[in-house]
């Protein structure tokens, strides 16, 4: 006989885990580290669960709970409700936060400097012309002569104002139709989706001029997911959201997530997880601009060929296995219900088309933000440097394109004090002669660790001031008392630990120094290789267009001092910022980007580095700083008098 429960006992509580928003249920008394690793989130120990190692830090915004103090966690951080996973025992619902993880602050993303100075220069165009149209009609009243359909009456009376060849009409459309036409006298809005010739019917309303007609424009970047709210009438831009991409839990890059998708179920929880984590935004930006969701009619996004493939649930494994096939290039609209968005059921969904397996629509979208496709004579290099590598070198005349995996060292990742350009991240640093580092820190806190600028600026003062060599080896007597020693080996202190916010030593370890070298070397080979392939030289390009997520902070002196771009004057290069979202942007505007994004696509000659056997040779001379040829920067042998 089993044992009566006491009633009213507590079988379990609920924790929920921000920002992955996913929540478990996890017995009285449990650990919170148990109850992540039941909900398959990324919080690892190195020390076994024992407290010491203070890895598994989580924030705990509400609920009770109990946890023990350790060494490894500053009284101040306690007191904010910081504590390590592994010493916490569940006593209560929960909302805990993974620090780590926590929202990206996107800054400047639409008012770049660029964007001011350069929009009536770049591809794409800024004329408002979207394939989205609200139309105001007065439809007569029916009577025994006039005694046609609404449906007939309505089609009769949008003739008159747009030039429809054929009109087709969403069934939710149908079913408000009746009472939309009679509510005020016939006086009816319709919003219309055009296509070619072919015009939708998407919604009806009793007359509402004041109604607003909105898209979205959203980048689904492997590391993080950008969405910007449109009112589709003006083109200004309503609200701007953003989040860590979830997926990251079950993968950092691209390759690893295809691996996930093949066990069963992985990849319909893979889908899941990026159209959540599109829905989660949709609600900031909704709630903050207060629109209805209603109200979004067209939604418009790019992101690499494997996200695109994740986010409509489509088999990725191809494009991972030679001859390396994607499911699709290019795709018709979406209706926005057949994905679970949370816009209006009707709207219309499009993905920015792709050109191969690693060259994908954040890249033919991202061009219609730079002059590249503009000018018919001038050659321009344009290099896409996040997780993955993306290059394009051409004009209007002729495009190549190819594409490496990059890594995520710059983007938060595959370094020990790594993170995203986001509050409390070093995005600037120098050394002064003693070795003592200044920086400069995204919302002016203490310091939590660097952003992808920030290692690269560290990286090339390191190098410049003789700190490591140009193997990426420490140079002992150099460093001095700088140089610790710890279980990674040796590692150079950036900060001590009682000035950092989590209370712990900032440090850039060679275990580091080598993920790093590895970065700049995939970006910088590809970049040589596909010039080869072109038959061009470094001399020969006018313009070099740096996207991604460095942060508008990347120094390109910097850069070009440890390898990552390449010797050329520096006026040649520009920083554009998140091109695939303003692309995104660009085609939620206008259908006549979307147009120029498809030839664009179409122009592109696609060259496949995993089937290039000297791509390997070209990587290997360029694992050392700032390269093997050190005749290929001039100005870096100058300054190291090399």
């Not at 009112?231 to 309503?238: A, F, K, R, T």
């Not at 002992?476 to 209370?503: C, S, V, Y």
């Not at 993920?515 to 596909?530: D, H, P, Q, V």
Request: aromatic share 8%; proline share 5%.
């Amino acid at each position: 006989m089993l044992p009566s429960k006491t009633p009213g006992k507590k079988e379990g509580f609920r924790i929920r885990f921000l920002p992955f928003d996913v929540t478990v249920e996890a017995p009285p008394d449990s650990t919170l580290l148990e109850a992540a690793r039941a909900a398959g989130l990324p919080l690892n120990t190195a020390c076994g669960g024992k407290g010491t190692c203070g890895k598994c830090l989580v924030q705990i915004m509400d609920g009770e709970y109990e946890t023990r103090p350790s060494s490894s966690l500053p009284s101040r951080l306690l007191k904010e409700g910081y504590a390590l996973s592994c010493l916490t025992r569940v006593k209560d619902h929960l909302t805990v936060g993974l620090p780590q993880f926590q929202e990206i602050i996107i800054r400047n993303v639409l008012s770049s400097r660029f964007l001011e100075e350069h929009k009536n220069t770049i591809s794409g165009t800024f004329e408002i012309d979207p394939p989205i149209e609200k139309v105001e009609v007065d439809l007569p009243p029916p009577s025994l002569e006039n005694n046609g359909s609404d449906l007939r009456r309505l089609e009769r009376e949008l003739r008159k104002k747009r030039p429809i060849r054929e009109l087709d009409c969403e069934y939710s459309a149908l079913r408000k139709l009746a009472h939309a036409v009679r509510e005020k006298e016939g006086k009816t809005t319709a919003v219309l989706f055009r296509s070619g010739a072919t015009w939708t019917v998407l919604d009806v309303e009793p007359a509402a001029p004041g109604k607003r007609i909105c898209g979205l424009a959203c980048d689904l970047g492997t590391t993080t997911v950008v969405l910007h709210l449109v009112d589709l009438e003006s083109g200004e831009v309503l609200g701007t959201s953003s989040t860590l991409n979830p997926q990251v839990a079950r993968g950092e890059d691209v390759i690893s997530r295809i691996h996930y998708a093949r066990k069963p179920g992985h990849l319909k929880e893979l889908h899941d997880l990026i159209i959540g984590a599109v829905n989660h935004l949709i609600d900031k930006a909704v709630l903050a601009s207060r629109v209805s969701a209603g109200d979004i009619y067209y939604a418009s996004f790019s992101g690499n060929t494997t996200m695109a493939h994740l986010f409509l649930d489509l088999e990725p494994r191809f494009i991972r296995e030679e001859p390396y096939v994607p499911t699709f290039n290019e795709l018709p609209f979406f209706a926005a219900r057949d994905l679970g968005l949370k816009t209006n059921p009707a709207a219309r969904v499009h993905l920015a088309p792709a050109v191969g397996s690693y060259v994908g629509g954040d890249i033919t979208a991202g061009l219609l933000f730079t002059p590249l496709y503009r000018d018919p004579e001038k050659i321009s290099l344009f290099i896409d440097a996040g997780t993955n590598g993306e290059l394009v070198v051409g004009n209007r005349e002729w495009l190549m394109t190819c594409a490496c995996s990059a890594g995520p060292a710059f983007e938060g990742s595959g370094t020990r004090c790594g993170m995203p350009a986001a509050e409390g991240a070093i995005e600037k640093i120098s050394l002064e002669d003693s070795g003592r580092a200044v920086y400069q820190v995204i919302g002016n806190t203490r310091p939590k660790g660097l952003c992808g600028s920030g290692w690269v600026d560290l990286l090339a003062e390191l190098f410049f001031h003789g700190y490591v060599d140009r193997q990426g080896k420490f140079n002992a007597p150099k460093a001095g008392e700088r140089l610790l020693h710890d279980a990674e080996g040796p590692a150079f202190l950036i900060e001590e630990g009682k000035n950092t916010f989590w209370g712990k030593d900032l440090v850039i370890t060679e275990r580091d120094i080598a993920n790093l070298i590895r970065t700049k070397a995939a970006i910088f080979s590809a970049c040589l290789l596909l010039l080869k392939k072109a038959g061009l030289t470094f001399d020969k390009i006018d313009a070099f267009y740096v996207a991604g997520g460095f942060g508008q902070n990347l120094s390109i002196h910097n850069a070009i001092l440890i390898g990552l771009l390449p010797d050329l004057e520096r006026n040649k290069f520009s920083y554009l910022g998140n091109t695939s979202l303003l692309g995104a942007y660009l085609i939620c505007l206008s259908d006549e980007n979307r147009r120029l994004a498809i030839d664009i696509a179409e122009k592109m000659t696609y060259i496949e580095l995993n089937t290039d056997s000297s791509y390997m040779n070209e990587y290997t001379g360029a694992l050392f700083l700032p390269h093997t040829q050190i005749d290929l920067f001039p100005s870096v042998r100058q300054a190291l008098h090399l």
